[in-house]
Nanobody, 121 residues
Framework: QVQLVESGGGLVQAGGSLRLSCEVS????????MGWYRQAPGKQRELVAV???????NYTDSVKGRFTISRDNAKNTVYLQMNSLKPEDTAVYYC???????????????WGQGTQVTVSA
């Protein structure tokens, strides 16, 4: 069964760094676009960054120059390196991957369980 397992959240002071990881388990047939979303209290979930299988990336404006998304296709893992963190980056971060679970199925989006990132002032 395909699952996304996240790790790397925590508490950090403003200006600090964290690295999130999300591993796709269950040996799916293929993983396509991989991304990170976040949801702060009282706000809608928003896309933070996305990376295509070939490596093309896209970021929301508020994190450009501070966050870097990357992937290791051999390990079926996506990363989010977060530098120069700000209190407004505080949120639950979710990975999201477009996965084709097996050769007879179409692809669909899978979500991780979420990991809390808290940035103190």
């Amino acid at each position: 069964q395909v699952q996304l397992v996240e790790s790397g959240g925590g508490l950090v002071q403003a200006g600090g760094s964290l690295r999130l990881s999300c591993e796709v388990s269950g040996s799916p047939f293929s993983s396509n676009a991989m991304g990170w979303y976040r949801q702060a209290p009282g706000k809608q979930r928003e896309l933070v960054a996305v990376i295509a299988r070939g490596g093309v990336t896209n970021y929301t404006d508020s994190v450009k120059g501070r966050f870097t998304i990357s992937r290791d296709n051999a390990k079926n893992t996506v990363y989010l390196q977060m530098n120069s963190l700000k209190p407004e980056d505080t949120a639950v971060y979710y990975c999201n991957v477009d996965i084709r679970p097996n050769v007879v199925s179409g692809s669909r989006m899978y979500w991780g369980q979420g990991t809390q990132v808290t940035v103190s002032a």
